[in-house]
C-alpha cells in the first residue's frame, strides 16, 4: 500500500531494462542498487538493478578513453519494444566524439574523453 512505509519488494517491472557502462579498460559500471532485503544496507554499484524503473550509473573518477552506455533487458519485452529515456550529465561531446548506435534491444552510445 503506498505510504505504508517501506517499499514492497515485489516487482511491478513490465519490462526489466538494464544500464551498464564499459569503461576504456574494459571495467564494467554498474548502476545504483539497494537490496529491498536489507533496505539499511547501503546501495552498491556491483550487479545489474532488476529493481527500479529508473536507474543510475555514476563513475567517480572516469579516465580519457572511449565509454559504452548499454541499455539492454533481462526476460521478454511485453508488447514487443519499450521506448526509455537515456540522460547522459557531465559530458561535453562534440560532433566527431559522439555516436548513437541502436541495435535490437542495444543501444550503444560511445563517445571519447578529452584528455
Known amino acids: 500500500?503506498?505510504?505504508?512505509?517501506?517499499?514492497?519488494?515485489?516487482?511491478?517491472?513490465?519490462?526489466?531494462?538494464?544500464?551498464?557502462?564499459?569503461?576504456?579498460?574494459?571495467t564494467v559500471f554498474y548502476p545504483w542498487t539497494l537490496d529491498p532485503a536489507n533496505p539499511s544496507?547501503?546501495?552498491?554499484?556491483?550487479?545489474?538493478?532488476?529493481?527500479?524503473?529508473?536507474?543510475?550509473?555514476?563513475?567517480?573518477?572516469p579516465g580519457a578513453g572511449?565509454?559504452?552506455i548499454r541499455v539492454a533487458h533481462t526476460g521478454t519485452i511485453t508488447g514487443g519494444t519499450q521506448d526509455f529515456s537515456l540522460i547522459a550529465t557531465g559530458v561535453t561531446p562534440e560532433p566527431a566524439t559522439l555516436g548513437l548506435l541502436v541495435l535490437g534491444g542495444l543501444a550503444l552510445l560511445a563517445r571519447r574523453r578529452r584528455k
Open 1 to 26: 500500500m503506498p505510504g505504508s512505509g517501506l517499499d514492497n519488494a515485489t516487482s511491478v517491472l513490465v519490462n526489466d531494462l538494464d544500464l551498464w557502462i564499459i569503461g576504456p579498460d574494459s
Open 66 to 68: 572511449w565509454y559504452s
Open 41 to 61: 544496507n547501503p546501495a552498491v554499484r556491483t550487479q545489474a538493478n532488476h529493481i527500479d524503473n529508473v536507474e543510475q550509473v555514476l563513475i567517480d573518477s
